[in-house]
């Protein structure tokens, strides 16, 4: 349930560009994963959404 609640919360935050950068939107998916928080393939599917959100702005 934890997990659902943090990819969701994760998802919102990076689709409405709250994180400055894609690099600071990873960092923090990276606790997550490093807690244990989120499964690979939750942390591998969140991080190409912010690789494609935030691709724009870095251009």
Known sequence: MAN???VK???NLI???FYKTKDEAIAKLDVYFA???ISEEEYATLTLLAE???IQQEM
């Open 4 to 6: 659902t609640l943090i």
């Open 9 to 11: 919360l994760m998802t």
């Open 15 to 17: 689709e409405k560009k």
């Open 35 to 37: 807690m244990n928080r």
């Open 52 to 54: 494609e959100t935030y």
